[in-house]
């Protein structure tokens, strides 16, 4: 995506704030992976805390 107008630091902040974006998703979604697991509920689908690996 081509942004005119912008000073190189405007281009700057932009993209450390995609990027910080990118970072906070792609943890939330490998946060899954570390130890929670999803069980079927009363009320939906819920997450729970795996077993102990030690």
Known sequence: MAETGKTRGQKFVSALSDSALAAIIAFALF??????RTV???????????????
């Open 31 to 36: 946060s899954l992976l570390l130890g929670l």
């Open 40 to 54: 079927d509920g009363a009320t939906g689908l819920t997450l729970e805390p795996g077993r102990a690996c030690c």
